[in-house]
């Protein structure tokens, strides 16, 4: 993956992201389907994005979101 030098570089996340595959089948639980859609926007001032999280996995309905940011000095 390519290092990401400022805010710009979160750009190549823009969009909405189609996902799909199985979870890994363990001890007391069977490998379940993934359906997701993952959308990245920016938030004001093009420092972090929003990442929402649209999933169903096997029979469960999953939706989340968290904030991606850059800060220069880190």
Known sequence: MAQIRG???????????????WTKAAPGAPAARIDAVDTYEWLPGRFALLHRVDARVGGEKVEGAEIIGYERET
């Not at 805010?7 to 595959?21: C, D, M, R, V, Y």
Request: proline share 7%.
């Open 7 to 21: 805010p710009e570089g979160l750009e190549t996340l823009i969009g909405a992201w189609k996902t799909e595959g």
